[in-house]
């Protein structure tokens, strides 16, 4: 129905005739090797020129002519601190070159992205007249598969609630429209009326950016009562991309600074892989938040929002225990999330996922396993080092509406002797507007699970499968929270050897069902 065109403005804009003269008059021979390197446009590589505008020509011109890029594997690049953006629409292979991003002084434009990701095709007209939560089709023929956007300013959710306590936001989500009309991930929502739909091809073949060592001298800008979070990064909205291999370092931290909104982030795309990339974790530091009390600004080494099919295999970072480092991974508005042989200070799913989230062979740190959304959570031949073994995060209401399944994996809480610790953080205590109706999981299942909770100590466990979920038992609450209507626990050992309580609260406890336990 709606036939694709190329991109022109986006990728031509930045390849000037300046450009293009240079590269012609250095007599380069592209068109025999069909490989452009950085070098050809007039990059050094010594680690002190700055070598972002050829960078930024080389690749306009590998999108102009559909060529790959190839660093030099000797080389040093320093990416300066000009407000330019490399646009990469081509196969990139960094392989061993180092980058240094020195933000310590004098950037000209802190938001700006160094590299962005781009598809080659521009939106499409799309025309929805409604949508139901749970639909599964569209009465439409397409030329191509889309990646859709909806939003309706007029509903709110995600209100939060806490010291960084907001009005919400816009509801939104993101799915993928197959050419005969089908959806893959699942409506969330209903939609009586839109205020925003975006309809971007999703590019057929996969595009892959690998290798590089990026080296991030951190910024040290003053802090007042406001949070500017800093992106310098790799910006990827072009669905179909792998980032494999990948190397980030951070250096140079000082007690001044503000955090960045993740190096490797994925926005509004479809079947993002990120395998093999190691993302150092950043310091945190304060703001004043909407309470009008101090609360941490994180940042986020490996970010996703508004992604269908987000997976992470085989990533890793640098110390998962130190908590004088924030959590290294997080994402909001997801479908289908999956964590794979990984080993990661945190996972975390802040304004939601639905459709699956699975940690499956990983290692999570201080930060653990934070879920908030619907559909399938499954955590499996993992170990978690957190106070909780999965934390559904009560700043957003502790919610899950769906089923979470448990299998052959180890939970070490840091802090044994703690008097509050509970597999499952649920906290919710009824009395707070979230958007939507809250619920503890439906149905939890344990299969194998092994918790380190030191020597048996007065005889009685310190352990509860449940936090004090106090608005699940009370209905007459202005947000009761649903509680769950079942858990199953097959196999459950704890190194002490007794056996942990249903709920901190006796009264939750009465309200669910266990067996097995």
């Known amino acids: 129905m709606f036939p694709l065109f190329p991109s022109s403005h986006r990728c031509r804009a930045l390849v000037s005739s300046c450009f293009l003269f240079l590269f012609f008059s250095l007599g380069v021979a ?6 452009v390197t950085y070098e050809q446009f007039g990059a050094v590589g010594d680690g002190i020129t700055d070598d972002l505008p ?3 020509a080389a690749h306009a011109f590998a999108n102009e002519q559909g060529w790959p890029v190839r660093s030099n594997p000797e080389a040093t690049y320093h990416l300066g601190r000009q407000a330019l953006t490399a646009v990469i629409q081509t196969p990139t292979d960094w392989n061993n070159s180092r980058f240094i991003i ?5 950037v000209e434009n802190h938001l ?8 080659q095709f521009e939106p499409v007209p799309l025309s929805i007249e409604r949508l139901m939560a749970g639909q599964e089709r569209l009465d439409v023929r397409l030329d191509t598969d889309l990646l859709v956007l909806v939003v309706n300013d007029n509903q709110r959710r995600f209100i939060r609630r806490g010291l960084n306590v907001n009005s919400g936001t816009p509801q939104r989500e993101v799915f993928i429209l197959r050419q005969d009309g089908t959806i893959e991930g699942g409506i969330e929502w209903d939609y ?8 971007r091809p999703i590019d057929p073949e996969e595009l892959v950016l690998r290798g590089g060592f990026f080296i991030n001298i951190a910024n040290r800008t003053e802090k007042g009562e406001g949070s500017d979070y800093w992106s310098r990064n790799i910006l990827i909205t072009r669905s179909n991309t792998v980032v494999e291999g990948l190397h980030y370092e951070v250096v140079g931290e000082t007690d001044k600074g503000f955090p960045y909104v993740g190096f490797l982030r994925a926005q509004q795309a479809a079947n993002i892989t990120f395998r093999d990339c190691w993302v150092d974790p950043h310091r945190f530091y304060y703001k004043i938040g909407n309470a009008g009390l101090p609360v941490p600004m994180g940042t986020y080494g490996y970010s996703a929002n508004l992604v269908v099919n987000f997976t992470m295999q085989g990533c890793r970072m640098g110390d998962i225990h130190d908590s004088d480092f924030w959590g290294v991974a997080a994402s909001n508005f997801m479908k289908n999330v999956l964590v794979e042989d990984s080993v990661l200070s945190r996972m975390d799913v802040h304004m939601g996922v639905s459709g699956f989230y699975i940690i499956r062979r990983s290692t999570l740190g201080h930060m653990g396993i934070n879920a908030i959304g619907r559909g399938q959570l499954i955590v499996e031949d993992s170990t978690v080092h957190s106070q909780r073994l999965i934390k559904f995060r009560e700043d957003y209401g502790a919610t899950w509406d769906g089923e979470v399944l448990v299998r052959n994996s180890r ?28 619920s503890m999981p439906t149905v939890i299942r344990i299969e194998g699970l092994t918790i380190e909770d030191g020597p048996a100590r007065d005889g009685v466990s310190k352990i509860a499968l449940f936090d004090d979920a106090s608005g699940a ?15 199953e626990i097959i196999d459950l050992k704890t190194t002490s050897g007794l056996t942990p309580r249903v709920s901190a609260n006796p009264k939750v406890a009465e309200t669910i069902p266990v067996s097995g336990l």
């Open 473 to 487: 038992v009370d209905p007459t609450l202005p947000h009761p929270y649903r509680a769950t209507e079942r858990v």
């Open 30 to 35: 592209a068109a025999e090797s069909e490989v």
């Open 102 to 106: 020195d933000d310590s002084q004098g």
């Open 54 to 56: 050829a960078i930024v």
């Open 411 to 438: 939970w070490v809480p840091p802090r044994p002797d703690d008097e509050n610790l509970a597999v499952f953080g649920v906290r919710n205590d009824g009395t707070h507007d979230f958007g939507y109706t809250s």
């Open 112 to 119: 700006q992205s160094l590299f962005e990701v781009q598809s």
């Open 192 to 199: 009586e009326t839109f205020t925003q739909v975006e309809a």
